[in-house]
Structures are given as structure tokens and as C-alpha cells.
């Protein structure tokens, strides 16, 4: 889903992305004339993926539930204490997560009026925040630490006369590292605006925990806590330094863990660490997410037993977190740890540097084998004098904090230092540009980068037209091998005589198809089928026209299925599933269907053995949709045992409404029998709570086993 203007674009992406099927504007979607189904939903159903912001790697999805997101709006509301009558304005981007879930979503569930403004605006002319808050009389208001920088920087005294803030209770300030200065600063400016100190709220959180997992206490204001330098870059000891700290670090309080939640600091052993000891930050709470989609090895990285890995540095003073960095942003320099954000702070300060757009990290010296701390700055200054001052303005303010210069200082064009999309500092991007030599080089004009991209996709192209070609071609394939058998097989099963025999036939024909189309068909359980010739329900999920066919090549012995009426209105079709004794009922007639229920029992009691779907039907939606009970009340009443299958893999192969095989593998899992007699406790005698009871004990095998979602 994107814009008008950049749909040709996208149109060229499409070639490099397999998965793109389509490329369209909000207006067209709109337009479409097709209605949605609302889709049955419970609480652990994933809501949407978060996308980490990508500023020390790749961005991975974080897979969130509806429970997950509805636990932090209530814990966040809990402590900000949130009604209806609060009023919140936002200027987050919806890409955002305190712009989604903290201003839309929170609104939302509090019914409280949200005021929305475009991102663009606010960066054109910060002050019509400030005025929409002072207009709507607005309550709640969140943005990153930079948003509270710029109004500082960019705003002049005449832009802000009459304006009230006094109306502004909470001021959330997160989603990125929080500066002392930025909160001192802005919370003395606008008090003569009537903003409240107390109203500044740091807070903490991470898009693995929703949006919140830190809060201070309401209405109390910033706590900053003054460490001694060497101390703690040395040892990651947090020792209070007294006094005016001229060279003190100063980490910002974000509060504690939020109702329901738990924090806690531990050594690299996973030892947890007393207080004022700096460590990695681990968390856990119902917000908490269930790991990366489709991206395993990261979600164990993520998980330490039942804790979550935050990838941040903090300590622990007085119950309340400090966080300190993120754990691959320090750099490691003669056994000091280094914190980027702070000399980044300072660096942009300097006259003639850009504000915001300065990255430091670290990289490796191969001949040394150590790890070099580099500066990297945006100047619009050409003029050489100017730019050997900025250097070495930097190597004399990186000495002043951290102890020694920078092993080198790029002073580079703007739009060089890589940010994510929210604003934060692309710290392991922009190494890596360093590193491979990018900085400073000219960009390519614009018509060569689109025409890059165009042949950037021909090969992938290529290769998915030529898997189209194969994926057609098996298709043919195997409908050519299904038009020499099924005519074997009809034959068979009208022609020859005996049931042994017809059935012997059409099971080689179907494991025939199966061999020849190479879909191994894989069974486990055989031992869980009575081999006395005792009857039984066989019950089954229902998922592609190739179930029926999978079940007869894979189950030994001979039963019956039960099919609906309508297949025996045609002769090609009633005549070999006559003859394989197939039990036809009626699902729309109840009269007929209490008879078919009598006479389905008379057939289990005569010793025959019956194979149920007991969804009814298919569609090519995967999930398990609810049983019916008819199965599950023919054994109750005949008093034989039913047993579960579960069918996994026949939707992949052949799904609803699309005749074009495609390669896999079907698996069969044969659960154990459940009696009605070992459901008399729970049911008694009655055989219609003995039938629910049964279908709640086949359902739950089958769902465990098919692959597949509840869509119950």
C-alpha cells in the first residue's frame, strides 16, 4: 500500500520481492467494491508486526497479539491515570509505536479525543505542536527527546506569546536516549508558558514489550542521577558524585516497570546484579511479545527462559531504571566503555556542526586487533580552515569526556549520517558505510539509480518466471497422471467384485498418484487403529479435495465415508463411492438427518467402521473451523471409540478454488482412541453431553496436530 507518487517505484521493487502481489493507493482500496469478513479473533491473535527501528541492525518484525496490546494501554493508562476527559495530541507518525499504539490505539480504548497532526508540520514549524496542545486544551502529549531539542533550538520568544501550557499534565518523553540538558532546559524555558515540571514524564520502552515497560510516578518530574565518570567506565559502578560534577555522567530516571510488569539487571552470565551495577536489562509482563516472525534464531536470542532480552545497559538506583546505552552501541576502548550518545550530544553542539546528524561508533582495527572510535559529522563548511578548526574543537571535547581523542574525525556533506525512519542514529549503518569507503562519494543522479534498480531485478525475474514455468509444468503433470488413474480406479471400484479387492485397487491407485506426483504421504499413529476389526468413528479435519484420497492410501483396511448427499446426484461420481459403501446423509433436511443419524448407528453397531470431516466443508483459508456434532453423537449413542486424524499439508498441495497442484508433503498423524465409557464421569449418562465431550477431545488432538490456526 503506498502512494501515487511513488507506485512506479514500487512497480520496479516488484521484480526484487517475490512476495509483492500487489501495489495500491488507500483511494483505490476504498474504492473496491469487496467486503470484508470480520475474522473470529481471540486475545493470543496476532494484531499486527512491529518493525524494531533498525538503529543497530536489521529491522525484525515483532509479532503482537491483541492481548499483548490491550495489557500496556491498560498498564500505561493505570499510571498516567487516563479517562475520557483527557485530551491527547500527537504529531507521531502511525508508523511510530507511541504514535500507534500510545496516541491512536490508547485514545481509542479510553475514549478520549485525540488531535492529529502531520508529522511534517511539526517539522516545518515545531510551535503549532505547542499551540494545538494550547488550543485543544490538550492533557497528554508524547514525542522522542529530539522533538523537545527542537522546539528548544528552533523556536523564538515572539513565536510563543500567549501561549498556555499550563493544561499539560503528562509529557511523555521516550523512544530514544533522553538528554538531562533537553529535560532541564525545555521544562525552564516553557515554565513561563505555565508547563509544569512535574508534567515531564521519561519513560522507557521498546517495541518487545508493545510500546511501555518504565514509567515514573505521575506528576513527580525528571530524576537525574550524577555518577563519577572514570567509576563507571570503568567498572559499570553507578557511585553518586556530589557537587556541581563538572566531568560526571548524568543518566536520566525512567521510573519503574509498569503495573504487571518486572525489569530486572543482570552480568553476562545471567546473574541478576545489585543495584547501582550496570548490566543488560531483561523484562517480562503480559505486553511482552512472543518473539521475531519468521526469524527463529533471533527469537532465541531474545528469550533467557521466561526473561526478554532488552539489548540495553541500565542500573538499577532506588527501584528505578537508568538506562544507559544500547549494549551493541558501546565501544570498548582500553578497557573503558564508551557511550555514544553523550559525545554525539556534544559534538552537535559545536558551532558549524549539524545538530542531530552525528554518529559515533566503533571499528575494528584488523592490524591491532582493538576496536577504533570513530566521529562521524555532518558540516555544510567547504572553506578547509573552518572544517580543521571543527576537528579539532572535536578531538578536544571527545578528550575532555571520554579521556582520549577520537582515532579519526569524518566531517562529511548532510544526509550522510544514516537514521531510521523515526529519527535515530543508524549507528552499525553508518560504520558500515565508513567501512567500505562510502562517505563523502557522490550520489548518482537519479535517472542511473532508477535504472540500476530496473536491472537489479532481471534476474530475479527471470528465476521466479522460470519457477512459474516448473510450478506449471508440474501442474500439467499431474493432471495428466490423475486422467491415466482415476479412470483405473473408477473401473475398479464399479467392476470388480468384493470390497478386500475394490478396495486393494483404488488404495494402489492413490498411492500410485501419490508416488508418481512425488507428494510423500507420511503417517503416524498406525498403532492407535483397532486391528480386531472392532468399529470406530474415524474423525478428521477437512482441508483439500486430496484428504479423501490421502486417507485411503495411507489407512489400512477397509471403512466408510461419510459424504454429503449432494455427491450422489451425479453417476460418475455415486457409483464408485457406492460401491466402496460410501454413507451419503442429508445436512440441510433435519427430518432426513435424524434418520441418516439412526441408520449411521446401525452401521457401527453391524461392526463397520465410519470416517467423518467433521468441519463439513473446506475453503482455502488455512485454520480449523468448528466441528459438527453429528459424528461425535452417532458414537455416543453406538457406544464405540472415536479416533482423531489430523491432516496436515493437503491444503498446501491443492488448495480451495485453485486447480494448479503444487509440490509438498502430506502428513497424517492417527491420535488415540477416546471412549465414550472413559467420559462418563465427566458427562454421565447423557449421550448428548458425552457427544460434546468427545468432540472437544478430538478437536483439541486435531488442532494440536493439523498446523493450522483455530478459527473456532
Known amino acids: 500500500i503506498t502512494v501515487p507518487e511513488a507506485r512506479k517505484v514500487a512497480h520496479l521493487l516488484r521484480a526484487q520481492v517475490p512476495d509483492l502481489k500487489h501495489i495500491v493507493t488507500v483511494a483505490e482500496l476504498m474504492a473496491s467494491s469487496v467486503t470484508a469478513v470480520p475474522p473470529a479473533l481471540s486475545g493470543n491473535d496476532i494484531a499486527f508486526l512491529q518493525y524494531t527501528s533498525g538503529s543497530t541492525g536489521n529491522p525484525k518484525g515483532v509479532v503482537l497479539t491483541h492481548a499483548n496490546l490491550l495489557a500496556n494501554i491498560r498498564a500505561m493508562g493505570q499510571t498516567v491515570r487516563v479517562t475520557s476527559e483527557d485530551v491527547f495530541v500527537s504529531w507521531l507518525p502511525l508508523y511510530h509505536d507511541m504514535g500507534l499504539i500510545g496516541a491512536w490505539l490508547g485514545s481509542l480504548y479510553y475514549a478520549m479525543l485525540l488531535v492529529v497532526m502531520s508529522p511534517l508540520s511539526f517539522l516545518a514549524r515545531p510551535e503549532r505542536w505547542l499551540w494545538t496542545i494550547h488550543r485543544y486544551r ?3 502529549s508524547a514525542s522522542p527527546n529530539f522533538g523537545y531539542e527542537y522546539c528548544l533550538k528552533r523556536l523564538k520568544d515572539e513565536d510563543l506569546e500567549g ?69 563507571f567506565m570503568r567498572s559499570g559502578q553507578a557511585k553518586p558524585q556530589p557537587g556541581s560534577g563538572e566531568h560526571a555522567l548524568r543518566f536520566v530516571s525512567s521510573g519503574s516497570p509498569l503495573p504487571g510488569h518486572q525489569i530486572r539487571i543482570v552480568d553476562t552470565a545471567g546473574q541478576e546484579l545489585p543495584e547501582r551495577q550496570e548490566g543488560r536489562l531483561e523484562f517480562r509482563g503480559p505486553s511482552t511479545t512472543s518473539g521475531y516472525y519468521r526469524d527463529a534464531d533471533n527469537t532465541r536470542k531474545l528469550f533467557h527462559q521466561d526473561w526478554l532480552d532488552s539489548g540495553d545497559l541500565a542500573y538499577i538506583a532506588n527501584g528505578e531504571v537508568y538506562i544507559t546505552g544500547r549494549i551493541k552501541d558501546i565501544i570498548i576502548r582500553a578497557g573503558r566503555n564508551i557511550y555514544p550518545h553523550e559525545l554525539e550530544e556534544a559534538v552537535g553542539n559545536i558551532p558549524g556542526i549539524r545538530t542531530g546528524r552525528v554518529a559515533v561508533f566503533g571499528s575494528a582495527d584488523t592490524r591491532t586487533a582493538t576496536e577504533r572510535l570513530i566521529v562521524l559529522a555532518e558540516t555544510r563548511s567547504r572553506d578547509d580552515v573552518e572544517r580543521e578548526k571543527l576537528r579539532t574543537g572535536i578531538n578536544t571535547l571527545a578528550t575532555d569526556l571520554v579521556g582520549a581523542p577520537p582515532d579519526e574525525v569524518v566531517l562529511a556533506p548532510p544526509g550522510t549520517v544514516l537514521k531510521t525512519s523515526s529519527g535515530k542514529i543508524r549507528r552499525a549503518a553508518s560504520r558500515e558505510l565508513f567501512e567500505k569507503g562510502g562517505i563523502g562519494k557522490r550520489q548518482r543522479s537519479l535517472p542511473w539509480q532508477v535504472t540500476r534498480l530496473a536491472l537489479a531485478g532481471v ?105 454429503k448427499a449432494e455427491l450422489a446426484k451425479t453417476f460418475i461420481v455415486r457409483r464408485p463411492l457406492e460401491n466402496i459403501h460410501t454413507e451419503f446423509v442429508e445436512r440441510f433436511d433435519i427430518s432426513k438427518s435424524v434418520s441418516d443419524s439412526r441408520h449411521l448407528s446401525d452401521v457401527l453397531q453391524a461392526g463397520h467402521t465410519l470416517m467423518f470431516f467433521a468441519e463439513g466443508t473446506f475453503t482455502r483459508i488455512p485454520g480449523l473451523m468448528p466441528f459438527h456434532l453429528g459424528a461425535f453423537k452417532v ?78
Open 163 to 231: 501561549l498556555d501550557l499550563g493544561c499539560w499534565r503528562a509529557a511523555f518523553n521516550g523512544a530514544e536516549t533522553i538528554s538531562p540538558d533537553t529535560l532541564q532546559q525545555f521544562t525552564s524555558r516553557f515554565a513561563n508558558h505555565g508547563f509544569h515540571a512535574g508534567a515531564m514524564m521519561p519513560v522507557y520502552g521498546l517495541a518487545e514489550s508493545s510500546v511501555g515497560l518504565a514509567f515514573p510516578p505521575l506528576n513527580r518530574g525528571p530524576v537525574i542521577d550524577q555518577i563519577e565518570r572514570s567509576t
Open 459 to 563: 534476474l530475479p525475474q527471470t528465476r521466479r518466471m522460470l519457477n512459474s514455468l516448473s510450478a506449471m509444468a508440474y501442474a500439467v503433470y499431474c493432471w495428466l497422471v490423475f486422467a491415466v488413474l482415476a479412470p483405473v480406479a473408477w473401473l475398479c471400484a464399479t467392476l470388480l467384485p468384493g470390497d478386500t479387492l475394490r478396495w486393494s485397487a483404488v488404495r494402489g491407485c492413490t498411492r500410485l498418484l501419490a508416488k508418481a506426483s512425488a507428494t510423500p504421504v507420511r503417517v503416524s499413529g498406525l498403532e492407535n487403529l483397532p486391528t480386531d476389526g472392532t468399529a470406530c468413528v474415524l474423525v478428521a479435519n477437512h482441508a483439500s479435495y486430496l484428504d479423501s484420497y490421502a486417507l485411503v492410501a495411507s489407512l489400512p483396511g477397509t471403512f466408510r465415508f461419510v459424504g
Open 635 to 712: 458414537a455416543a449413542e453406538a457406544g464405540v471409540p472415536v479416533i482423531p486424524i489430523a491432516i496436515r499439508g493437503t491444503r498446501s498441495v491443492l488448495r480451495a478454488d485453485n486447480w494448479l497442484p503444487r509440490r509438498g508433503s502430506i502428513h497424517i498423524d492417527i491420535g488415540p482412541a477416546i471412549h465414550p465409557r472413559d467420559l462418563e464421569q465427566q458427562a454421565g449418562k447423557d449421550s448428548w453431553k458425552t457427544a460434546i465431550a468427545l468432540r472437544e477431545r478430538c478437536r483439541e488432538f486435531i488442532l494440536r496436530h493439523c498446523g493450522e490456526p483455530d478459527l473456532a
Open 138 to 140: 490538550g492533557t497528554l
